[in-house]
T-cell receptor, first 110, second 113 residues
Framework: DQQVKQNSPSLSVQEGRISILNCDYT??????FLWYKKYPAEGPTFLIS?????DKNEDGRFTVFLNKSAKHLSLHIVPSQPGDSAVYFC?????????FGAGTILRVKS | SQTIHQWPATLVQPVGSPLSLECTVE??????LYWYRQAAGRGLQLLFY??????ISSEVPQNLSASRPQDRQFILSSKKLLLSDSGFYLC????????????FGNGTRLTVT
């Protein structure tokens, strides 16, 4: 039972354009959401989070949007850079525990 | 600042052998500690988490166990490894306050042969 789903295994974007990564969840009890970035053979790195009481959070080139009625969140990266190429995981949390999606591979072409 | 150390980075073990992976956190007190496994196409699966010394919660039945002998030390163990235990194991910590992000170590690539 996948409570957090990232339906796009991969995404390819031109440098300078917007990257939009999507994530859906099923459990309405999740109260915070996060995005992580992961390079091969390394641990994931925390990028940005959002509480369930908000619908948008912005940090530099990264913006996370939350649509609670649709149980959907997205990560926007503007402008995309080649160094953004990595696997991106969304995660949803209840209390001390996070549930992760399967990840989306982002490739930014220069 | 807080740092997390996880070792070894890679490990090749025969089937039936024991396992011990260690993780330590510096620069924080009373962290929540976690063991995750990354499997291909399935994201990060939570194996164990701990909110204090000697307090271990297991998320999935499996061939592994975890222990927390000290506040900032978390150990993943097995008495007899199976082929299916191969994978990328990640230790993580978070602040004890709620809704805190997890911070991961660099992981251990375990291959059981």
């Amino acid at each position: 039972d996948q409570q957090v789903k990232q339906n796009s295994p991969s995404l390819s974007v031109q440098e300078g354009r917007i990257s939009i990564l999507n994530c859906d969840y099923t459990n309405s009890m999740f109260d915070y959401f996060l995005w992580y970035k992961k390079y091969p053979a390394e641990g994931p790195t925390f990028l940005i989070s959002i509480s369930s009481i908000k619908d948008k959070n912005e940090d530099g080139r990264f913006t996370v949007f939350l649509n609670k009625s649709a149980k959907h969140l997205s990560l926007h990266i503007v402008p995309s850079q080649p160094g953004d190429s990595a696997v991106y995981f969304c995660a949803a949390g209840i209390g001390n525990k996070l549930v992760f999606g399967a990840g989306t591979i982002l490739r930014v072409k220069s | 600042s807080q740092t997390i150390h996880q070792w070894p980075a890679t490990l090749v073990q025969p089937v039936g052998s024991p396992l011990s992976l260690e993780c330590t956190v510096e620069g924080t007190s009373n962290p929540n500690l976690y063991w995750y496994r990354q499997a291909a196409g399935r994201g990060l699966q939570l194996l164990f988490y701990s909110v204090g010394i000697g307090q271990i919660s297991s998320e999935v039945p499996q061939n592994l166990s975890a222990s927390r002998p000290q506040d900032r030390q978390f150990i993943l163990s097995s008495k007899k490894l199976l082929l299916s235990d191969s994978g990328f194991y990640l230790c993580a910590w978070s602040a004890w306050t709620g809704n805190s992000p997890l911070h991961f170590g660099n992981g251990t690539r375990l291959t059981v042969t």
